[in-house]
């Protein structure tokens, strides 16, 4: 996201985290098949080719950067950007990626520069229309293919160069962008194994909360004179469809923007999601939807109906599925009750 203001995954999700854990890091044998050389990838519309696996990559950003480390790339990586500013405030690293994080040069808790990136004289660069790359700059894949860089987009992110989107119901550009890491750096195996894993545990929250009533969700970011919230075009909307919530935003067919608290007020939102990441705190942000006259009387607010998620699991990354379970067990309680 290009404006951001988002608590460590919450402890009903403590066991499916361990699981994943397991699963991102074990090795898969020969269940997939390997990368023949060149590679070419369709991107946001357009197609890079690879000629082998890249040895010196950068991601932006601290989902993508927990998209290689899933993957175990932390060895083939010369540097990150955006991480430590993009997680809760004392932890920025969920704790199945610390050891793999410290392997790899945190550049900055910025987004990088042309400057800085060129520096790291890296191959590949991961990163995201409006999370680093700028259309009407050099830091573009057209740009950036000057330096030798080849890049990959965030899918999620295409919607800010390509426009005919559809709101997303799914988990399907967050399966892609991992599955094509897996293709390009040849460890398709484990690709294969983390999307597998996402998959069954959103078939699980699926046979949960199937038939039961739709809750309206508010996902709230940042903001006071108006709030940011995710759209219809972000992964945050297809977290709360698959949760068994409906956006109050999500047909809207934008991905991050700025909308305003007469129609969150007019939507009456029956629970409210809280992105944690930096100041203000999650905290912060809960006193204030607490004490805000426009808000303090909301069903939500009133019920207590809030769930705090981290930045990295509102956002594409290998945490999505975590996310669609704690906010389902939040929004139907009941449905997981044995």
């Not at 996201?1 to 074990?26: E, N």
């Not at 699980?204 to 108006?226: E, I, K, M, N, P």
């Not at 290998?318 to 309680?333: D, G, I, Q, S």
């Given at each position: 996201?290009?404006?951001?203001?988002?608590?460590?995954?919450?402890?009903?999700?403590?066991?499916?985290?361990?699981?994943?854990?397991?699963?991102?890091?074990?090795t898969?044998?020969?269940?997939?098949?390997?990368?023949?050389?060149?590679?070419?990838?369709?991107?946001?519309?357009?197609?890079?080719?690879?000629?082998?696996?890249?040895?010196?990559?950068?991601?932006?950003?601290?989902?993508?950067?927990?998209?290689?480390?899933?993957?175990?790339?932390?060895?083939?990586?010369?540097?990150?950007?955006g991480?430590?500013?993009?997680?809760?405030?004392?932890?920025?690293?969920?704790?199945?990626?610390?050891?793999?994080?410290?392997?790899?040069?945190?550049?900055?808790?910025?987004?990088?520069?042309?400057?800085?990136?060129?520096?790291?004289?890296?191959?590949?660069?991961?990163?995201?229309?409006?999370?680093?790359?700028?259309?009407?700059?050099?830091?573009?894949?057209?740009?950036?293919?000057?330096?030798?860089?080849?890049?990959?987009?965030?899918?999620?992110?295409?919607?800010?160069?390509?426009?005919?989107?559809?709101?997303?119901?799914?988990?399907?550009?967050?399966y892609?962008?991992?599955?094509?890491?897996?293709?390009?750096?040849?460890?398709?195996?484990?690709?294969?194994?983390?999307?597998?894993?996402m998959?069954?545990?959103?078939?699980?929250?699926?046979?949960?909360?199937?038939?039961?009533?739709?809750?309206?969700?508010?996902?709230?970011?940042?903001?006071?004179?108006?709030?940011?919230?995710g759209?219809?075009?972000?992964?945050?909307?297809?977290?709360?469809?698959?949760?068994?919530?409906?956006?109050?935003?999500?047909?809207?067919?934008?991905?991050?923007?700025?909308?305003?608290?007469?129609q969150?007020?007019?939507?009456?939102?029956?629970?409210?999601?809280?992105?944690?990441?930096?100041?203000?705190?999650?905290?912060?942000?809960?006193?204030?939807?607490?004490?805000?006259?426009?808000?303090?009387?909301?069903?939500?607010?009133?019920h207590?109906?809030?769930?705090?998620?981290?930045?990295?699991e509102?956002t594409?990354?290998?945490?999505?599925?975590?996310?669609?379970?704690?906010?389902?067990?939040?929004?139907?309680?009941?449905?997981?009750?044995?």
């Open positions: 996201m290009s404006k951001r203001w988002l608590s460590p995954l919450p402890a009903l999700a403590a066991c499916t985290t361990a699981a994943l854990s397991v699963a991102v890091f074990a898969t044998g020969a269940s997939a098949a390997a990368t023949h050389y060149p590679l070419t990838i369709s991107n946001c519309g357009t197609k890079v080719t690879f000629a082998a696996a890249p040895t010196r990559a950068v991601s932006n950003d601290i989902n993508s950067t927990e998209d290689m480390l899933a993957l175990g790339l932390q060895h083939a990586m010369v540097g990150d950007f991480v430590d500013g993009d997680g809760p405030v004392g932890h920025p690293v969920p704790a199945q990626y610390l050891h793999a994080f410290h392997q790899v040069r945190d550049v900055s808790a910025h987004y990088f520069t042309l400057e800085q990136l060129i520096a790291l004289r890296p191959d590949f660069l991961f990163a995201g229309w409006n999370y680093g790359l700028q259309a009407g700059t050099r830091l573009t894949p057209a740009g950036l293919a000057q330096f030798g860089i080849k890049t990959l987009a965030l899918s999620e992110s295409c919607a800010h160069v390509q426009s005919g989107r559809r709101p997303l119901l799914s988990l399907v550009d967050t892609k962008d991992i599955t094509n890491l897996g293709k390009i750096f040849n460890v398709q195996a484990r690709a294969t194994k983390l999307v597998d894993t998959r069954a545990e959103v078939s699980y929250v699926q046979r949960h909360v199937s038939g039961r009533r739709l809750v309206r969700v508010f996902d709230y970011d940042s903001g006071t004179a108006a709030p940011f919230s759209e219809g075009l972000a992964t945050v909307n297809a977290i709360i469809h698959l949760a068994g919530g409906r956006n109050i935003f999500g047909r809207q067919l934008t991905s991050w923007e700025d909308v305003s608290w007469e969150v007020v007019k939507a009456q939102p029956q629970c409210i999601i809280i992105n944690n990441y930096g100041t203000p705190t999650a905290t912060q942000k809960l006193h204030f939807l607490e004490t805000n006259p426009a808000t303090e009387r909301l069903p939500a607010i009133k207590h109906c809030v769930i705090t998620l981290a930045y990295d509102v594409p990354g290998p945490r999505n599925a975590e996310a669609v379970l704690a906010l389902a067990k939040t929004l139907h309680p009941t449905a997981f009750r044995r």
